[in-house]
Nanobody, 119 residues
Framework: QVQLVESGGGLVQPGGSLRLSCAAS????????MGWYRQAPGKQRETVAT???????TYADSVKGRFTISRDNAKNTVYLQMNSLKPEDTAVYYC?????????????WGPGTQVTVST
């Protein structure tokens, strides 16, 4: 199994910044892609950013140029640096990873962290 724990959410004013962190732990053989998605009330889930083990990144159009995803493989941790935040970025942000546990390749999700952008 894999456990994911997010941190770094909170309340920030428009134009501000936050950095989310997500640490993976457990008995996995390998971590492949890691990333973030978000869910706002009344809106569809949106994949915000993904970073593969080969360092390829993808971003939602809505966050390109403002958010940056990175990872520290030694710490099994993925980060999301969020700059120039807008009220529409308000959502619960969930970390996910694709991991090999034993011989099974599976996706895991964290419990989520709230990000609120408001005056």
């Amino acid at each position: 199994q894999v456990q994911l724990v997010e941190s770094g959410g909170g309340l920030v004013q428009p134009g501000g910044s936050l950095r989310l962190s997500c640490a993976a732990s457990g008995s996995f053989v390998r971590l492949d892609a890691m990333g973030w998605y978000r869910q706002a009330p009344g809106k569809q889930r949106e994949t915000v950013a993904t970073l593969t083990s080969g360092h390829s990144t993808t971003y939602a159009d809505s966050v390109k140029g403002r958010f940056t995803i990175s990872r520290d493989n030694a710490k099994n941790t993925v980060y999301l640096q969020m700059n120039s935040l807008k009220p529409e970025d308000t959502a619960v942000y969930y970390c996910f990873c694709q991991a090999v546990v034993g011989v099974v390749w599976q996706t895991y999700w964290g419990p989520g962290t709230q990000v609120t952008v408001s005056t």
